[in-house]
């Protein structure tokens, strides 16, 4: 088999089994569970497993195009948690079925993949993309979607392009550090962690 017949989804078989873990330490919290925090000052574990959903679609589905315009609202799932700390409150089904979503677009994105792929760069959204979006979310989140744009205004940054290569890195990593905060808080207060056995 030639590298351009290669699929990519065997190298992440472990990132498939991270996600069944992290739906099973999510699905049986009850809404005063998914409000618990490590401190104040830290996000709560429904801000973590949102933004995880969140991240995991805008670098997918907004960025490399993957995905089905199902997956529309989940790109700035996490604006109210982002820009404004708010926590969104989502109940466990529906961070669960964020993340059975997002993994699934995931892993039909890594599987049609090969390693020839991974060097070509996704270009930044432009400002009337970024708009886009942004009027594209529930009305609760118009106004954090407002301050993204304005932000992102002010700061008058060229986002770079990027590789398929950068963006499946990133969001695997950002999936296992946000995974962690979210093992952490549980294991302080006293309910079951992500089990990570290896399997």
Same mark, same amino acid.
């Given at each position: 088999?030639?590298?351009?017949?290669?699929?990519?989804?065997?190298?992440?078989?472990?990132?498939? =089994?991270?996600?069944?873990?992290?739906?099973? +330490?999510?699905?049986?919290?009850?809404?005063?569970?998914?409000?618990?925090?490590?401190?104040?000052?830290?996000?709560?574990?429904?801000?973590?497993?949102?933004?995880?959903?969140?991240?995991?679609?805008?670098?997918?589905? +907004?960025?490399?195009?993957?995905?089905?315009? @199902?997956?529309?609202?989940?790109?700035?799932?996490?604006?109210?948690?982002?820009?404004?700390?708010? @926590?969104?409150?989502?109940?466990?089904?529906?961070?669960?079925?964020? #993340?059975?979503?997002?993994?699934?677009? =995931?892993?039909?994105?890594?599987?049609?993949?090969?390693?020839?792929?991974?060097?070509?760069?996704?270009? $930044?959204?432009?400002?009337?993309?970024?708009?886009?979006?942004?009027?594209?979310?529930?009305?609760?989140?118009? $106004?954090? +979607?407002?301050?993204?744009?304005? +932000?992102?205004?002010?700061?008058?940054?060229?986002?770079?392009?990027?590789?398929?290569?950068? =963006?499946?890195?990133?969001?695997?990593?950002? @999936?296992?550090?946000?995974?962690?905060?979210?093992?952490?808080?549980?294991?302080?207060?006293?309910?079951?962690? #992500?089990?990570? @056995?290896?399997?």
């Amino acid at each position: 088999m030639t590298e351009q017949q290669l699929s990519l989804l065997p190298f992440y078989a472990g990132w498939r =089994i991270y996600n069944q873990h992290l739906v099973a +330490a999510i699905a049986p919290l009850n809404s005063e569970q998914l409000a618990l925090r490590l401190t104040p000052r830290h996000w709560s574990i429904g801000m973590y497993a949102t933004h995880i959903v969140a991240n995991r679609a805008w670098w997918f589905h +907004a960025r490399m195009g993957a995905g089905g315009d @199902d997956l529309t609202p989940f790109d700035l799932w996490a604006l109210g948690v982002c820009e404004g700390g708010v @926590d969104p409150c989502h109940p466990a089904t529906e961070l669960v079925n964020g #993340l059975e979503k997002t993994w699934h677009m =995931i892993e039909n994105t890594l599987a049609r993949l090969t390693p020839a792929d991974l060097a070509q760069v996704c270009p $930044p959204l432009d400002e009337a993309k970024r708009i886009h979006h942004a009027h594209s979310v529930e009305p609760a989140l118009q $106004p954090f +979607a407002q301050m993204w744009l304005d +932000a992102a205004r002010l700061a008058g940054e060229v986002r770079p392009a990027r590789s398929r290569q950068w =963006i499946i890195w990133g969001v695997l990593e950002h @999936d296992i550090h946000h995974g962690s905060e979210i093992s952490t808080t549980l294991g302080v207060h006293d309910l079951p962690v #992500l089990e990570l @056995d290896g399997n």
